[in-house]
């Protein structure tokens, strides 16, 4: 697949998640501010966090009897998740390049220099995550499942945030069609690994699947704005070229 054709899928992606939500939820979709100058501190050089209404693109948080069928099931997955399982989902908790390395057909334990400029990708793609999902859940306040069960019990460390939506999915999304834009020939690795990497937040007891889902909309979306950003595409050229002669692979 072409970076032109990989690039399109991924808008097109995130375009049918903002239809979805906007569907699904009965607050009104605001327009977009102007996207921040080049010039712009932090993360906003790349985007203005606050041009993205994602409340209005998520679908409602579950009602309280779907939050039941959530619990019920996140109980029967605790009574069957193994050592070994929690121990993944800890690793998991890292929002780093490195939870990544092997989808990209790296070792797990890569420290190549070449791979510095996406790890500073994925580093301010996590303070912008961070940014952006916070907001949601300030506005949403939907208790953690252990806040509501005292049976669900945690195998990995318990968050103090709010539950809805998951910024660990939504970093994991936006990661993995980040790095396949880089990388297309590892794109099914990529987006399978971003999906697993959401989900283990329910296989550790601190979040419903719910929250993992709504947060995989908000990553796609947030990838969605970084590709249309110049100063992203600007920045991310380098971590391409890193990432692709650490593979071995030759320039798109």
């Not at 590892?186 to 979040?207: F, K, P, W």
Request: with cysteine; charged share 20%.
């Amino acid at each position: 697949m072409s970076r032109i054709t990989q690039r399109t899928f991924i808008l097109a992606w995130a375009a049918s998640a903002l239809l979805l939500g906007a569907c699904a939820t009965t607050t009104p979709a605001q327009p977009p501010r102007p996207p921040a100058p080049a010039a712009a501190a932090g993360v906003a050089r790349w985007f203005d966090p606050e041009s993205l209404h994602l409340l209005a693109l998520l679908p409602p948080v579950p009602d309280a009897a779907a939050t039941r069928q959530e619990l019920d099931l996140l109980l029967e997955r605790q009574a069957q998740r193994s050592e070994a399982a929690c121990l993944a989902a800890d690793q998991d908790a890292n929002k780093k390049l490195s939870r990544f390395a092997v989808a990209l057909g790296l070792q797990a334990d890569a420290r190549d220099p070449r791979l510095q400029d996406a790890a500073r990708i994925l580093d301010d793609l996590r303070t912008l995550q961070e940014r952006i999902t916070s907001r949601v859940k300030d506005a949403t306040n939907r208790p953690r499942p252990f806040r509501q069960d005292a049976r669900v019990t945690t195998c990995i460390e318990r968050p103090m945030s709010d539950s809805y939506p998951s910024g660990h999915a939504a970093f994991g999304m936006a990661a993995a069609l980040l790095l396949a834009d880089m990388v297309p020939e590892r794109r099914a690795e990529l987006l399978a690994r971003g999906i697993e990497y959401g989900e283990q937040r329910v296989v550790g007891g601190v979040h419903f699947p719910s929250d993992v889902a709504a947060g995989r909309t908000a990553g796609t979306v947030i990838a969605a704005f970084l590709l249309a950003s110049p100063q992203y595409q600007r920045e991310s050229g380098a971590a391409r070229a890193g990432l692709r002669s650490a593979l071995g692979l030759a320039s798109p």
